[in-house]
């Protein structure tokens, strides 16, 4: 979910419910995740803090586009469960935007060379290397 603000107005509001399913694109791929805000988040709290552009402000309450996205996600994962998906191949990601009350579906986008997502013999591999080794 996302609450952008630029010089003190708020943009479009949106929270998005991804489905990520094996070879069906990743949060890498769909260039989601910041490799800056993962080495800032290995650091001490004190040192997050220290940080921040802004210190002590509070974030925004996220808790109603949380709870929106966290019921799709579980009304999705019941009827995958029980066989009641309409169409097994849609796995859309839903795009909420509350303020404009709209909900659009737009697809992940998936690099054949990713190692988590690509659609090659990736899972379950647990600790095995990789490359031809010679068994004992």
């Given at each position: 979910?996302?609450i952008?603000?630029r010089?003190?107005?708020?943009g479009?509001?949106?929270?998005?419910t991804?489905?990520?399913?094996?070879?069906?694109?990743c949060?890498?791929?769909?260039?989601?995740?910041?490799p800056?805000?993962?080495?800032?988040?290995?650091?001490?709290?004190?040192?997050?803090?220290?940080?921040?552009?802004?210190?002590?402000?509070?974030?925004?309450?996220a808790?109603?586009?949380?709870?929106?996205?966290?019921a799709?996600?579980?009304?999705?994962?019941?009827?995958?469960?029980?066989?009641?998906?309409?169409?097994?191949?849609?796995?859309?990601?839903?795009?909420h935007?509350?303020?404009?009350?709209?909900?659009d579906?737009?697809?992940?986008?998936?690099n054949?060379?990713?190692?988590w997502?690509?659609p090659?013999?990736?899972?379950?591999?647990?600790d095995?290397?990789?490359?031809?080794?010679?068994?004992?």
């Amino acid at each position: 979910m996302k609450i952008p603000v630029r010089d003190g107005t708020v943009g479009q509001i949106h929270a998005v419910t991804r489905f990520l399913l094996p070879g069906t694109g990743c949060l890498w791929c769909d260039g989601l995740i910041n490799p800056t805000d993962l080495a800032i988040d290995m650091h001490t709290p004190t040192d997050r803090a220290a940080a921040q552009y802004v210190p002590g402000t509070p974030a925004a309450s996220a808790l109603p586009l949380n709870a929106l996205t966290a019921a799709e996600g579980v009304s999705h994962f019941m009827h995958a469960v029980s066989c009641l998906h309409d169409d097994d191949l849609d796995h859309a990601n839903a795009l909420h935007c509350p303020r404009t009350r709209t909900r659009d579906l737009i697809n992940s986008r998936t690099n054949p060379d990713c190692r988590w997502c690509a659609p090659k013999e990736q899972f379950a591999l647990g600790d095995r290397p990789t490359g031809n080794v010679a068994s004992s």
